[in-house]
């Protein structure tokens, strides 16, 4: 009887070590976010909806998602140290805000212009700065 609550018990104990170890190795694997590229990703998904939006020609969506890249990147530029880097956000701010008001105007062309100028920008900073490093 000692023999089989021994053998219960280590088989018990050994379960929950293993299980223990699997939640402890999949918390080590999942990456966590560093700030910009929490910021990074924000800004990719306001870009995304608001392409999406212009082409349904949903005004009002376009304009909240702009004002919001427009804020979020007004509020970054102003804290960046690196000279290129400040002026390209600040420039992706100008630009949203530009779009923000096209859009408060339902004036479509305009809007997608300057979101087209808005996604070069993004990409003048990604080539001269992020794949840079």
Same mark, same amino acid.
């Given at each position: 009887?000692?023999?089989? @609550?021994?053998?219960?018990?280590?088989?018990?104990? *050994? +379960?929950?070590?293993?299980?223990?170890?699997?939640?402890? =190795?999949?918390? #080590?694997?999942?990456?966590?976010? /560093?700030?910009?590229?929490? !910021?990074?990703? !924000?800004?990719?998904?306001? *870009?995304?909806? @608001?392409?999406?939006?212009?082409?349904?020609?949903?005004?009002?969506?376009?304009?909240?998602?702009?004002?919001?890249? #427009?804020?979020?990147?007004?509020? #970054?530029?102003?804290? &960046?140290?690196?000279?290129?880097?400040?002026? &390209?956000?600040?420039?992706? =701010?100008? &630009?949203?805000?530009?779009?923000?008001?096209? !859009?408060?105007?339902?004036?479509?062309?305009?809007?997608?212009?300057?979101?087209?100028?808005?996604?070069?920008? +993004?990409?003048? +900073?990604?080539?001269?700065? /992020?794949?840079?490093?």
């Amino acid at each position: 009887m000692k023999k089989m @609550m021994y053998s219960l018990l280590a088989i018990g104990l *050994l +379960c929950v070590v293993g299980f223990a170890g699997t939640e402890r =190795s999949q918390a #080590a694997t999942e990456t966590v976010l /560093r700030p910009t590229q929490k !910021a990074m990703q !924000a800004r990719a998904g306001w *870009l995304k909806a @608001m392409t999406e939006n212009l082409d349904a020609m949903k005004f009002k969506e376009v304009k909240k998602d702009a004002k919001a890249l #427009a804020s979020q990147t007004a509020a #970054a530029g102003k804290k &960046l140290p690196d000279p290129l880097a400040k002026e &390209l956000t600040l420039k992706v =701010s100008t &630009l949203a805000t530009a779009v923000a008001d096209a !859009a408060g105007k339902k004036d479509g062309t305009t809007a997608k212009t300057k979101l087209a100028e808005v996604k070069a920008t +993004c990409g003048e +900073c990604h080539a001269k700065i /992020r794949d840079k490093k």
